[in-house]
């Protein structure tokens, strides 16, 4: 079974700092994907970034890059110099082998001027 | 890029009627959807997984004579809640892959559709 955890279901971080959310997996899938999606109050869901299971490198999108720990089952995602806008949930997601995606319960994350 | 469209966004209707939700990928052909249920201040929960022209996978615990689906075509898919009752109100939000073996990364989401039912 598949399993995706957050455990900080909020966080307060002062703007143009770096935040960090966490988030641990478990799966018994060889081949799997992780992904970041932002929700913000309008609810649309935002795609951040993405790392295969396979990869090598952290994956980097902009002000996201994806740490993937992969001994430790971590995939935690750093969002640099934090800005307003940044304000939202976020939620860590995985791919495995029936293609369908599981969504961890989320991070609301709130950027404080 | 890729895009979802979802219709209505908000619907409000009376108990015991049914309400159809529908899900359209508009640049692209999608042959895999995605069908989940969002609580106030909840994670996404996976209710199916719809494959065109063939019948629905539905996860466990989701009745599938409450919630049908359809996917007549690769740029629609519909939910339909049948006899909708207010424990059935939600955020319910699509989302579709090109392709079963390139869904790693696209599959692309909707805007939502909110539900509330009287």
């Known amino acids: 079974a598949q399993k995706i955890t957050q455990t900080q279901p909020g966080m307060f971080v002062q703007e143009k700092e770096a935040v960090t959310l966490d988030c641990t997996y478990d799966?018994?899938?060889?081949?799997?994907?992780l992904f970041w999606y932002k929700q913000p109050s309008s609810g649309e869901m935002i795609f951040l970034i993405y790392q295969g299971s396979y990869d090598e490198q952290n994956a980097t999108e902009g002000r996201y890059s994806l740490n993937f720990q992969k001994a430790r089952k971590s995939a935690n995602l750093v969002i640099s110099a934090s800005q307003l806008g940044d304000s939202a949930m976020y939620f860590c997601a995985m791919r495995g082998g029936a293609s369908k995606i599981i969504f961890g319960s989320g991070t609301r994350l709130s950027i404080r001027p | 890029g890729a895009v979802v469209s979802q219709h209505p966004s908000r619907v409000i209707c009376k108990s015991g009627t049914s309400v159809k939700i529908e899900c359209r990928s508009l640049d692209f052909q999608a042959t895999t959807m995605f069908w989940y249920r969002q609580f106030p201040k909840k994670s996404l929960m996976l209710m199916a997984t719809s494959n065109e022209g063939s019948k629905a996978t539905y996860e466990q615990g989701v009745e599938k004579d409450k919630f049908l689906i359809n996917h007549a075509s690769l740029t629609l898919s519909t939910l339909t809640v049948t006899s909708a009752h207010p424990e059935d109100s939600s955020f319910y939000i699509c989302?579709?892959?090109?392709?079963?073996?390139?869904?790693?990364?696209?599959?692309?989401f909707g805007p939502g559709t909110r539900l509330t039912v009287l």
């Open positions: 799966t018994s899938d060889q081949s799997y994907g």
């Open positions: 989302s579709a892959s090109r392709s079963l073996e390139r869904s790693y990364n696209e599959q692309f």
